[in-house]
């Protein structure tokens, strides 16, 4: 079933053009210099076909939540969700959002030099200018309270948030947000999964942004648990 993606209301770039592209459970916002509307269309419809036809000849692909070995013959894209996942230790399918986030946008870049894809509350994004993204935490007191800051020499990067409490991803933790940033969108999304699954309170903070730091790859990690805070990485919190 479709979700409204209610937490949309948060995110601005108003110097760019911005269009949504939506396609079965893929729902992107997408900005860029001008609307690259149809040109996204036709992505999300090649990759989303590599996924589904992987799928149909190996269902245990979607089912998994462990992470699993594929045929040296899969589709690139298969093979970077399968990558991140074992990375993360998770199954390959909680890479998705991000992944399509990533192969779209830099499919875009040959048309637009920026780019900011959120896909589910997971984010690619490539920019010539410093931007803030917003944390949106749902009923804890620090929702929409913080932004990072993310500058041109940043990006390309992934930005991947998991929740407990919003959203319809699976997730087996409690936590209001948990934010993960990578140059690889797809071991972020799928590290945002693993560590959500690590929180049930604000005391597996420490614990969680512990596993965070050992995944290679990933540059920093937030958290937000109710009214607990936990970061890690070179990116700096900003007020809103």
């Known amino acids: 079933m479709y979700e409204p993606r209610f937490y949309r209301n948060q995110t601005s770039a108003k110097d760019l053009y911005s269009f949504n592209v939506r396609i079965k459970e893929t729902d992107l916002l997408i900005y860029a210099n001008r609307d690259l509307t149809a040109v996204a269309y036709e992505l999300i419809l090649l990759y989303r076909s590599l996924i589904e036809e992987f799928i149909g000849r190996f269902p245990i692909f979607k089912e998994t939540l462990i992470p699993i070995e594929i045929p040296k013959n899969a589709p690139g894209i298969v093979k970077t969700m399968a990558d991140a ?5 998770v199954g390959p399918m909680a890479a998705v959002a991000g992944t399509i986030a990533e192969y779209v946008g830099r499919g875009l870049l040959e048309y637009s030099d920026e780019v900011i894809i959120e896909n589910g509350g997971d984010i690619f994004i490539k920019t010539k200018r410093d931007r803030k993204i917003g944390i949106y935490a749902k009923e804890s007191p620090l929702s929409n309270k913080i932004a990072v800051s993310i500058t041109p020499d940043d990006t390309p990067l ?7 409490t919003v959203g319809h991803s699976l997730s087996f933790g409690r936590a209001d947000a948990v934010i993960i940033f990578s140059k690889n969108t797809s071991l972020a999304d799928a590290t945002a999964t693993k560590v959500g699954n690590l929180l049930h309170s604000k005391d597996d903070i420490r614990k969680a942004i512990e596993f965070a730091q ?3 790859g990933i540059e920093g990690a937030i958290i937000v648990v109710g009214d607990g805070l936990g970061g890690w990485g070179k990116f700096e919190f900003v007020s809103i």
């Open 85 to 89: 996942a074992k990375l993360a230790g």
């Open 158 to 164: 992934g930005i991947c948030t998991s929740s407990g």
């Open 214 to 216: 050992s995944v290679p």
